[in-house]
């Protein structure tokens, strides 16, 4: 991930194209149940059209969170502030 760091210029947290309320960055510890979660909705369905686990499945992604290897989304809060007055 260090190499798209450099190629792509990210330094710090990315912002989705087209959105306003979506930032990308480096995934937490306390996110790993969560990716867990997409990796396994995203390789379950073809455990029975090939036989076997998918390699992502069984990754560390609590070491690849550490790594920096590991990225999310998250939607920006709205702030509202109070009416003066």
Request: with cysteine; net charge positive.
């Amino acid at each position: 991930m260090a190499a798209l760091r450099e190629c792509s210029g990210w330094d710090q947290v990315g912002t989705v194209r087209g959105t306003t309320d979506v930032r990308i960055r480096p995934a937490v510890p306390a996110g790993v149940p969560g990716v867990r979660k997409v990796v396994d909705a995203a390789f379950r369905p073809h455990i029975a059209r090939i036989g076997l686990v998918s390699v992502p499945m069984e990754a560390d992604h609590a070491a690849n969170v550490a790594a920096g290897r590991v990225f999310g989304r998250r939607r920006r809060r709205e702030t509202r502030r109070a009416p003066r007055g």
